[in-house]
């Protein structure tokens, strides 16, 4: 045998081991497709080990998810009823276009009455004169109850501010006020009227109330508990109950039964805060000793003036019958009380609310827009008229009662300014 031939035949039989090594060391096909399926099964037997079944609710949590789902849907209706009343305040501030600039008179506008301020709303004029300093506007401002008034806006130029400045405002509209009574301007209200404070039954009446309220119309929220230890939250629902703020027995529908005007506030965790804001108010008729029918009242949920520190509701000279929050009178003249409620905000100001029965439910309404100083202001009723008067340092009011439009008109303004 050749040296070549040798050589070849060692080639061979190394070649020949190496791969007799190598096959012993390969899995079968069918062997690794078993070891591939095997694992992801013993995975998710773990998984479904780990994983504890959901606990079905317990009658109690199903009952207490019922009542807040029912006190959601009750406060959602509530909140409705606020839009309506906002729609009413939002209305007012078209009532008086402000200052106006050179180019706003060209085009013959200005901006409305607490417009925003990175976003004017404008009142457009349709008739515009000037004489010298002084310009007279006449526009179109629509009311709460959906009337439409004609006003004119006086403006005097002031040359150190390069802008018009409004002097007055005046009603061009005929207003119709309705019919005067002797008898109603000599007794301002129908029937006896005393307040909470007065009341002998006070403490019965209260848990009458309250008891009702809270049962009837129960406030739920939900409440998440922690536990810190585990970092575990629960979920579940607690019941916020109403308390009582102040009442007044009166006669406001004439139905014949008592009946009780009566402010509630939420049973706050922090007793410095809740008992501050009235959150509902409601008319309850009574008859002996039971609550017989009731009425939701909107209002504007302001402070709680008996709750303040300083600022105190002013004197009015023959308005009816004051109370903690506001007064009650037969301003209108059409033998039904009104409730002239007054509400207090940190930062927007006061406003007062006209409150009347009317057909099967209780009507609210502005006397005036929001932003007034309600606590320094000098208020006059002229039951001739039918009128509300206030002034302030900075102008003076006259709101006159609209038989036609159900509502109190602006009748003039006048700033006070030279």
Not at 117 to 144: L, R
């Amino acid at each position: 045998m050749t040296q070549n031939n040798k050589l070849k035949l060692i080639f061979i039989l190394i070649l020949t081991a190496f791969l007799f090594s190598c096959s012993k060391e390969v899995k079968k096909p069918d062997e690794e497709k078993s070891v591939a399926e095997s694992k992801p099964v013993e995975n998710k037997i773990e998984e479904q080990k780990s994983e504890p079944p959901t606990p079905e609710k317990t009658a109690e949590q199903l009952e207490a998810e019922e009542k807040y789902k029912k006190s959601k849907e009750y406060e959602e209706k509530l909140k409705q009823l606020g839009a309506e009343l906002d729609k009413k305040e939002d209305i007012l501030r078209y009532k008086c276009p402000v200052f106006m600039s050179i180019d706003n008179l060209a085009q013959k506008k200005a901006p409305a009455l607490y417009s925003h301020v990175d976003n004017f709303d404008f009142i457009h004029f349709y008739e515009v004169k000037k004489d010298g300093d002084f310009c007279y506007c006449k526009y179109k401002a629509p009311t709460q109850n959906g009337g439409i008034l004609d006003y004119q806006v006086t403006y005097k130029w002031y040359n150190l501010k390069q802008i018009y400045l409004p002097l007055s405002y005046d009603l061009l509209s005929e207003n119709n006020m309705g019919k005067i009574s002797e008898e109603f301007i000599e007794n301002q209200t129908h029937g006896s009227l005393y307040s909470m404070e007065n009341d002998e039954k006070k403490h019965e009446m209260i848990k009458l109330f309250e008891d009702y309220e809270n049962t009837q119309y129960p406030l739920f929220r939900k409440v998440v508990h922690t536990d810190w230890d585990t970092g575990v939250k629960t979920k579940g629902y607690k019941q916020y109950d109403m308390r009582i703020l102040d009442y007044v027995k009166g006669n406001f529908t004439n139905s014949g039964y008592d009946e009780y005007f009566v402010m509630f506030y939420e049973d706050d965790p922090d007793p410095e805060m809740g008992d501050q804001y009235i959150k509902r108010v409601r008319c309850f008729l009574v008859s002996e000793g039971k609550i017989i029918n009731d009425y939701y009242i909107s209002n504007s949920g302001g402070r709680f003036y008996p709750a303040l520190t300083h600022d105190k509701l002013p004197e009015v000279k023959d308005f009816g019958y004051k109370f903690s929050q506001g007064w009650i009178a037969d301003l209108n003249q059409n033998g039904i009380n009104e409730i002239y409620l007054a509400a207090l905000f940190n930062i927007e100001g006061g406003e007062v609310l006209m409150i009347e029965f009317s057909d099967k439910s209780f009507v609210t309404g502005y006397v005036y827009d929001a932003r007034y100083d309600i606590e320094n202001a000098i208020v006059f009723i002229d039951w001739y008229k039918k009128m509300i008067t206030a002034e302030s340092s900075e102008w003076i009011d006259d709101y006159q009662w609209s038989d036609t439009l159900k509502e109190f008109i602006l009748l003039k303004r006048k700033y006070r300014r030279d």
